[in-house]
């Protein structure tokens, strides 16, 4: 499912790294034992709002218009 998600939005050959890096990730973390630490919530959401303003206003221009912040 991840593969054909990404394939679908970026094409092959990316959804092909991103599967290696997440299975290197998978394999690591039994290999050696590591317990999965997630990043907490917060700074996740802080990023995710960061680029979705990023990805708005590169949008915005594409489209010829103005982004005035308040």
Partial sequence: MFYNRIKAKNGAPKAIVGLQEKLAIFYKMIKERVK???????KYMDGFKENQIKKLKRQAKNLGLQIVEM
């Fill in 36 to 42: 999965f630490n997630p990043i907490p919530i917060e």
